[in-house]
């Protein structure tokens, strides 16, 4: 599941609510917001957490509300009242500070409970157990992280991520965004610190591929027009849109596709030979860098017109042209490009 953030600190503006259904069409299915609210700001909170599970309603997003004891206590809401939640259109509760195991496994009979990812332990499972915790209703989401420097550890992350999975739990990651980054420190909201000024995409591509997550949200809030565009087009289209600089229009026009088999250095376009069918001279013959827009020219005899993309720096070849090349944020995409996987060419800036 694909998911963003929406916070309560203002409004639900008419603008607010457009970008909302622009993750909607982009393929986004989840909402975060958080409950943890200042004393004085309690009912106006309260009304926008219900304005926005009415559109949540709407929409048919499933809604996740980070919440302490303390913020349920400022709602005049205890654990046998949770319905009430609910009733606003509240899916699931992010539990934090305060409550017990026991409480827990008591919510997790009622609706579906995410728990902190990096805190959960072994005695925290032999106690949900033994107080018949639903364990389909829980979830395992790990925390995200404004001040740089203080994300979590890749190998650590994967590590506990793995054991998270034996113990039964989906499990959950924030990305940060590439537009409006939220303050006091606009540094991003990402789980891992490798991640904080990573292409959304290319984040979300690894947690999901490499890093035993199930979920990813945005931590920031949504996602610019154009990013959301790529993650439509690869998650619910299954078509990779790579932004290139290049002045060969014909990649632009159409769409590719890998071969079914996985070369190591380059990604081969199985219409390049079929498409390129003229005398192509040598040209440009020069190093070829990651995310190089290759052709092989008419040297190369019965290659003449194969189209690649490379994957990692490769020596110059007499016999090879290069006509592009892929923006650097979004190399690191070569890597996950599976057997037959749709490619289309965008201009990038």
Known sequence: MLGFSVFLNKKLTVPEQKRIELMKSSGFEGIFT????????VSESLQRLKDLGGICKKLNFYLTVDVSIKGLNRLNIGIKDIYKLIDLGVTALRIDDGFSMEEVACLSNEMNI??????????????????????????????YYPRPETGLDNNWFIHKNEWLKKQGFTTMAFIASDTELRGPIFAGLPTLECDRYTNP????????????IDKVYVGDGTLSEKMCRKFEMFFSKNVLQLSIQSDAEFLYKSIWHNRPDISRDVVRLIEGRERNTEKIV?????????????????RYKRYCGELQIVKKQLNADTKVNVIGQVVASE????QWIGSNQAIRFVKGD
């Open 331 to 334: 190399v690191p995409l070569l």
């Open 201 to 212: 995409l290319v984040a979300t591509i690894k947690l999901l591929n490499d890093c035993n």
């Open 114 to 143: 995410a728990l902190n990812a990096s805190t959960i332990s072994d005695l925290d499972i032999e106690c949900l157990k033994d107080n018949h915790a639903n364990f389909d209703n829980l979830e395992a989401w790990h925390n």
């Open 34 to 41: 958080s409950l943890n609210i200042p004393e004085d700001n």
């Open 282 to 298: 040598p040209h440009e013959t020069r190093t070829r860098l990651a995310g190089a827009i290759t052709i092989d020219n008419c």
